[in-house]
């Protein structure tokens, strides 16, 4: 079992930055892939990035690919999500995740964070 928690959303303007951490508790981190998903008001939950348990791999959506940077630091028992260039089209609720398993879908990743707002304003 872990706990996880988002922190770092807030407002910014377009072209903006922000890093969204997510610490867990409980089992240590290490033992998960983890998962970065967003989700806007009247949509679906969109898979954003994800990590493999060391760190030395990583994949991420078209739409933030070369904006977005996922890194984890399993000593910290974190993981993070380095976000430039923001655009309004950005704004969301973004979730971690963790999972034993490797992928891109969220029916395969067993917790999860309470989210936390971000919002790109134009």
């Known amino acids: 079992q872990v706990q996880l928690v988002e922190s770092g959303g807030g407002l910014v303007q377009a072209g903006g930055s922000l890093r969204l951490s997510c610490a867990a508790s409980g089992r240590t981190l290490s033992s998960y892939r983890l998962g970065w998903f967003r989700q806007a008001p009247g949509k679906e939950r969109e898979f954003v990035g994800r990590?493999?348990?060391?760190?030395?791999?990583?994949y991420y959506a078209d739409s933030v690919k070369g904006r977005f940077t996922i890194s984890r630091d399993n000593a910290k028992n974190t993981v993070y999500l380095q976000m430039n260039s923001l655009k309004p089209e950005d704004t969301a609720v973004y979730y971690c995740?963790?999972?034993?398993?490797?992928?891109?879908?969220?029916?395969?990743?067993?917790?999860w964070g309470q989210g936390t707002q971000v919002t790109v304003s134009s």
């Open positions: 990590i493999n348990r060391s760190g030395g791999s990583t």
């Open positions: 995740a963790a999972s034993t398993y490797y992928s891109l879908d969220p029916v395969y990743y067993d917790y």
